[in-house]
């Protein structure tokens, strides 16, 4: 049986050539896949989350890859009905979230790894959404390095995109590559297989199934023909001239100054250089003159237009028009419009994207501002993040953090705050966010004083010191936890760097491939040994949420699965079916075979 490296690596080699994919039904076989699928998912937040069933990755075993294969060999295998719950948006809707149960996220999982495999090379380059090696980060990138001099933001927004997939138009995009009718029609049944909302069975007659892990990569190959139509048709009818035409009069001016110059009038001269100075040096309205910029993440799109209001206006019909005759989805009135990149900003991906106009900004005697693109952080984002942190204007506790250690509550504040710099670490105004770290700081403040019952200067004078770090001496709240024959465990607040980081870039796939590697719990599933009392043969792994459910508190002494857990920091345990069963009924364990 092939690594799954190496299949998936052949698969990839098919793609990049642009051959077919054939016979990959057979590829569902190799048990490899399955246990790669798993070493992914496994640590998934929903991994412990029920569908319509009971079942979840708790109990994992060889003997039920074994199994899957077997039903999928003989065309057994049949898709359970997605678990539907609502989740509440900011604007007061709900979006739909499909929960399916654990069997179905694996098959789903090895699906996706040959699905992403083949596609991924064929994809178009202005696509950033769900692909390896890309992501937010990589779409900022082109627009803050390319855009420049853009005149208009065409936001893009698709209408419940996922939901409105025509899975007949998906069907037939699959079949011109895919020339494998079972693995299609495996696909297809899963489209069909529909969903159960308050226990009340519905069929699905349109869309990729939400919160599905294969609709992401089904979603990329259908908005493919949106990528290939704008890069093939939009693009070049709308770019043309190698650069502008010269402004003339900015021409005339600087050969009038340099003869005053050369004639020894300076002071002419120099008036002239301050008159030219705030003028373009090429014709900004020259009709011979356009350029068109693309990129799209998942179901938003933008795109960079140097020219015209009415030509804006004509691209944006097109693709709506492309869209709804095609595609058969629509563009969301509300959310697509036609910003003026000078005097507006567009909003993607978080960011607010403008383009900068100063005459007064000059470096090495040149305007330096005029033309470039610039990430901002909106002030809203700044507001409502503060917002979380106060009430009635000012800092206050977080109530739900007083039972967890000092330990715990400083790192869950750095951690959310590193998130936050790290995502706009574009962002040219990222300074904005020291208000978001002070009135953090002091929410953190307020947490721990409540938990001790103490005032806040007492808690300031214990944890706030002064930290040597690599860009100098700051001031953070540092907690440090001694640990008996080890490094102690060491934690701040603050000490983060608010400063653009333009190297915080995903970086591109290596020239050079990586030996495959075996990921640590594929290892000890494969050892087929109990981890607890020392039996070999069939092996099941007993997963839970997260290490703090190994904590108990009082005195009472924990079991021995949870002490081997505790020591190993891992939330994973291989044992075999009488000790998991003996687990889940509170029961007590053998002691583990001495040998």
Known sequence: MRNAET????????????????DVYRQLFNPNLYLLAYSRIYKNNGAMTQGVTSETVDGMSIKKIEKLIEDIRYERFRWTPVRRINIPKKNGKTRPLGIPTWNDKLVQEVIRLILEAYYDPQFCNSSHGFRQERGCHTALTVIDRTWQGTKWFIEGDIRGCFDNIDQKILMSILREKIQDNRFLRLIETLLTAGYCEQWRYHSTLSGTPQGSIVSPILANIYLDKLDNFVEQTVIPEYTRGKCRAENREYSRLVKLAWYYRKNGQFDKARQLEIKYQKMPSKDVRDPEYRRLNYVRYADDFLLGFIGSLQEAKEIKEKL?????????????????????????????????????????????????????????????????????????????????????????????????????????????????????????????????????????????????????LPQGRRKCVEITVPVE???????????????????????????????????????????????????????????????????????????????????????????????????????????????
């Open 7 to 22: 299949v998936l690596s052949v698969i990839r080699d098919r793609g990049n050539r642009g051959l077919p994919l054939d």
């Open 485 to 595: 024959g080890k490094k102690p465990l060491v934690t701040r607040f603050g000490g983060i760097q608010l400063k653009r980081n333009l190297k915080a870039t995903i970086e591109d796939l290596p020239r050079v491939r990586k030996p495959a590697f075996r990921n640590e719990l594929i290892k000890r599933l494969l050892a087929s040994e109990c981890e607890i009392c020392g039996a070999t043969g069939d092996i099941e792994v007993h997963h839970i949420h997260a290490l703090k459910d190994l904590k108990i508190k009082g005195k009472k002494e924990k079991p021995q699965w949870m002490q081997i857990m505790s020591a190993r920091r891992r939330k994973t345990l291989m044992v075999c079916p009488q000790c998991h069963d003996a687990i889940h009924a509170g029961k007590p364990i053998s002691q583990r075979v001495s040998r």
């Open 320 to 468: 709506k028009t492309f869209l709804a005759d095609n595609l058969q989805l629509e563009m969301s009135a509300e959310k697509t419009l036609i910003t003026n990149a000078r005097n507006e900003a567009a909003n993607f991906l978080g960011y607010e994207i403008l383009v900068q106009y100063s005459d007064n900004k000059h470096t090495n005697g040149k305007r330096s501002l005029n033309g470039i693109t610039a990430l901002r952080i909106p002030a809203s984002f700044v507001e409502g993040k503060c917002a979380l942190y106060m009430r009635n204007g000012k800092p206050i506790h977080r109530p739900e953090l007083i039972n967890d250690d000092d330990f715990t509550i400083i790192n869950i504040y750095q951690s959310e705050l590193r998130g936050y710099v790290q995502f706009y670490s574009f962002a040219q105004n990222i300074a904005w966010l020291r208000k978001l770290q002070w009135v953090m700081w002091s929410s953190l403040m307020k947490t721990l004083a409540c938990k001790h019952k103490t005032s806040v200067a007492k808690i300031c004078a214990k944890y706030q010191k002064t930290v040597k």
